[in-house]
T-cell receptor, first 113, second 113 residues
Framework: DTAVSQTPKYLVTQMGNDKSIKCEQN?????MYWYKQDSKKFLKIMFS???????INETVPNRFSPKSPDKAHLNLHINSLELGDSAVYFC????????????FGPGTRLTVL | QKEVEQNSGPLSVPEGAIASLNCTYS??????FFWYRQYSGKSPELIMS????GDKEDGRFTAQLNKASQYVSLLIRDSQPSDSATYLC?????????????FGKGTHLIIQP
């Protein structure tokens, strides 16, 4: 199946821990994104990468560090997790010359206790 | 500051009727406009994209764009109970590029059997 996939689907952890979320796309796209959807369902861009290069870094605490080993993968590492980090994190991908139609992964629901 | 406004609803429409969803945006240089459907607990699914003024039809869906009024709408004809979901309007400044989308908070649509 051609798609955007994420692991894990659910992540429950204690405050202060460090965790990672992985994303892979096999759509052949050159750009990948991380979005955060909070408890009020508001979806907001965090980062975008084009061909492994960071393009957008919105106002996100530096505890969040994205890493793109290649253009098909974009991981998100979060240090010193806080209660307010609880949200659903979506990965998305697009092709840079296609009017930026973005396709989303299934999401990772992060719960910080 | 880029803003996308939607009526949060719920918008209740009888089965078989036309559902009309509306969205306004603040940034005049916006070029690409998208409608995503999100079922509860699922990821956003791209259902329509529109880039020029006028109407674009795809099956039961019609997207309408009026750049002068900074207004985008989505019409769903012959509404089905399976159309019940939250519909997210999203806007992109550039026609392409690695920009994140700016999302509205979504309209919750309920199709009554």
């Amino acid at each position: 199946d051609t798609a955007v996939s994420q692991t894990p689907k659910y992540l429950v952890t204690q405050m202060g821990n460090d965790k990672s979320i992985k994303c892979e796309q096999n759509l052949g796209h050159d750009t990948m994104y991380w979005y955060k959807q909070d408890s009020k369902k508001f979806l907001k861009i965090m980062f975008s990468y084009n061909n492994k290069e960071l393009i957008i870094n919105e106002t996100v605490p530096n505890r969040f560090s994205p890493k793109s080993p290649d253009k098909a993968h974009l991981n998100l590492h979060i240090n010193s997790l806080e209660l307010g980090d609880s949200a659903v994190y979506f990965c998305a991908s697009s092709q840079i010359d296609s009017y930026n139609e973005q396709f989303f992964g299934p999401g990772t629901r992060l719960t910080v206790l | 500051q880029k803003e996308v406004e939607q009526n949060s609803g719920p918008l209740s429409v009888p089965e078989g009727a036309i559902a009309s969803l509306n969205c306004t945006y603040s940034d005049r240089v916006s070029q690409s406009f998208f409608w995503y459907r999100q079922y509860s607990g699922k990821s956003p699914e791209l259902i329509m994209s529109i880039y020029s003024n006028g109407d674009k039809e795809d099956g039961r869906f019609t997207a309408q764009l009026n750049k002068a009024s900074q207004y985008v709408s989505l019409l769903i004809r012959d509404s089905q109970p399976s159309d019940s979901a939250t519909y997210l309007c999203a806007v992109n400044i550039a026609g392409g590029g690695a920009d994140g989308l700016t999302f509205g908070k979504g309209t919750h649509l309920i199709i009554q059997p």
